[in-house]
């Protein structure tokens, strides 16, 4: 059957689709909640929503939801040591520094610390190598929050730092504080307000994660990206999302003159220039990073070195032709920004300082920056920058490692131990190499084997506890197990059970090397105590054959 609609039927069908459409969008807003509403990106409360993350989280941000390992591996720290002590030793054969005073690092948001326990290892034994003891150094592990403060004072391999004084920790916001806050002990803070020697700086995976501001460019005309953020009711915990990841971010573009949108004329200076130099983008500018360097070189008397390595871009070409900024959201938790590095370097340009960027690399980007007055005569500095950033670099690093990862089973045994001598036999490495290293090493040459053998005291080295890391003792005391070392297996199991979790495996393994060396009675106990930790998917009969043997073997 045929029907034919008339004129003043489907008037009637238009209207009712217009209330339906009506109806639908009313419904929408009343399950979703506008929080932000048209806000400068900068003062967005998606940037308190970071803070409590981090404060909350603590150590733990970092044991599985932010991405940490490229900035906090003994390669970067590596790169990072060589400029530092290339920079300090400029100043002092040139006679540019105060004798007796510190030159201070200041690591900013430093988490979980294991970045810093790198490079300050590296730092001294350089130091040492190129006889500048006289030199005095210090290092501050520094964060917004206390929490991690606490946790770097306990951490076992941080004891000898702590107690020469070269390593202190202080609390230091560079979202806003003018002074950097030393925490010596529970009662006890002092106040650096100002520094007699140039102020070292890094920052490594921090820029990303501290307020922006937006801002569009098209047919010559300046417009800020007012954000605004909305999500649904259910999504809502006293005004704190459960998952970022359900957050919807929107920018609307307002008209502004470059010439008086900031304070400062430099910032502004900036923002002319990308309006007279880009097409059409959307740029991001690390308003926060950058005021908080202002503060740093206010207390540094302008005298300064800064390295920072995160994601983003570090030239002009990159910055063109971007869409609105996207936001990568790290398990719902909290989440991270594309830094504009030419900014930073801007910055420090117009400051009368010098920026070193790397060429061009897909992945991480490090960059180091200098100022002060005699930032022209640090030879040994720009030298250290160009070997140690554009010869290969932290990036470049990365970049060969995960090829290596993806392909290591295909290596032969020479690939692997020159990737662990360039990853300077990183724990990281070695726990995804272990086990085909462990099922493959008894039938390499004794040169092969001495190798890693030597290689497994500074796996040891560079190892530093966290929450929930691999075992690194138990992985180092099975290579020297399989390798029939039973008096070095016993030591690394037993720093095993020192210091991770007493597990079946690790008390099963340790009794059957103690039977090996012939102490039975050692080894019957560890055979009792492994039998009290059985698990589902262990063989009790294993066990208790060893328990009978050993036992009638005593009699």
């Known amino acids: 059957m045929l029907v034919i609609l008339s004129t003043s039927m489907l008037s009637l069908a238009s ?38 993350y981090f404060d909350k989280a603590g150590v733990h941000a970092w044991t599985g939801t932010v991405p940490y390992y490229i900035t ?55 130091q040492k190598a190129l006889q500048l003891d006289d030199v005095s150094i210090v290092y501050l592990m520094s964060d917004f929050t206390d929490s991690n403060i606490r946790y770097w004072k306990k951490h076992p391999v941080l004891q000898p730092y702590i ?5 202190q920790f202080a609390l230091y916001n560079i979202e806003k504080d003018e002074s950097i806050r030393i925490v010596a002990d529970e009662d006890k803070t002092v106040l650096i307000k100002s520094t007699e020697n140039p102020l070292i700086v890094f920052s490594n995976y921090l820029f990303d994660s501290i307020p922006h501001d937006v801002f569009h460019i098209e047919n010559d005309q300046l417009y800020e990206s007012l954000t605004s953020v909305k999500t649904s009711y259910s999504n809502l915990d006293k005004n704190t999302p459960k998952d970022m990841q359900k957050v919807d971010i929107s920018f609307e573009h307002s008209k502004i003159d470059a010439e008086s ?45 800064f390295i920072l390595s995160d994601k983003g871009y570090n030239c002009l070409e990159h910055l063109d032709h971007l869409h609105d900024p996207g936001v990568t959201f790290h398990l719902g938790a909290c989440f991270s920004m594309m830094v504009n590095l030419d900014a930073v370097g801007r910055y420090f340009v117009e400051k009368g300082g010098k920026a070193f960027h790397q060429s061009p690399r897909i992945g991480l980007k490090t960059s180091a920056f200098m100022i002060g007055e005699h930032v022209e005569q640090l030879t040994e500095t720009k030298l250290a920058c160009q070997y140690f950033l554009e010869h290969f670099g932290p990036s470049d690093f990365f970049n060969f490692h995960r090829h290596i990862r993806a392909t290591y089973k295909q290596s032969d045994y020479k690939t692997l131990l020159s990737h662990m001598q360039l990853c300077q036999w990183d724990p990281h490495i070695f726990h995804l190499l272990i086990d085909y290293i ?84 050692s080894a019957l106990s560890l055979f009792k105590s492994a039998k009290m930790k059985l698990g589902s998917s262990d063989e009790p009969n294993k066990v208790d054959e060893w328990i009978e ?6 009699a």
């Open 163 to 167: 107690a020469s004084k070269v390593l």
């Open 261 to 305: 949108y900031y304070n400062d004329p430099i910032m502004n200076k900036i923002l002319a220039d990308y309006q007279k130099h880009f097409v059409k983008t959307s740029v991001l500018v690390p308003i926060a990073g950058l005021e908080g360097l202002r503060r740093l070189l206010h207390i540094s008397k302008n005298r300064m070195l």
């Open 549 to 554: 043997r050993i036992t009638k073997k005593m």
């Open 15 to 52: 209207v009712a689709s217009t209330r339906f459409l009506r109806i639908m969008s009313m419904f929408s807003k009343i399950k979703n909640k506008v929080i932000d509403k048209k806000k400068r990106f900068s003062q967005s409360i998606l940037w308190d929503w970071e803070r409590d």
């Open 438 to 521: 462990n099922s493959t090493i008894q039938q390499e040459s004794t040169l092969v084997q001495k190798a890693f053998i030597e290689g497994m005291y500074k796996v040891e080295a560079n190892f530093y506890h966290m929450p929930n890391c691999p075992d690194t003792f138990f992985s180092i005391g099975l290579f020297f197990h399989n390798l029939q070392y039973y008096k070095k297996a016993i030591v690394y199991y037993e720093k095993s059970l020192d210091n991770f979790e007493q597990r079946y495996t690790t008390l099963y393994n340790l009794a059957l090397c103690y039977y090996l060396i012939d102490d039975l009675k």
């Open 72 to 126: 906090s591996n003994p390669f970067i720290a590596h790169t990072y040591a060589n400029i530092v002590i290339r920079y300090i030793q400029d100043h002092v054969q040139q006679g540019h520094y105060v004798k007796g005073e510190p030159f201070y690092i200041l690591e900013i948001g430093t988490g979980a610390g294991k970045f810093s326990f790198y490079v300050l290892q590296r730092i001294l034994a350089l």
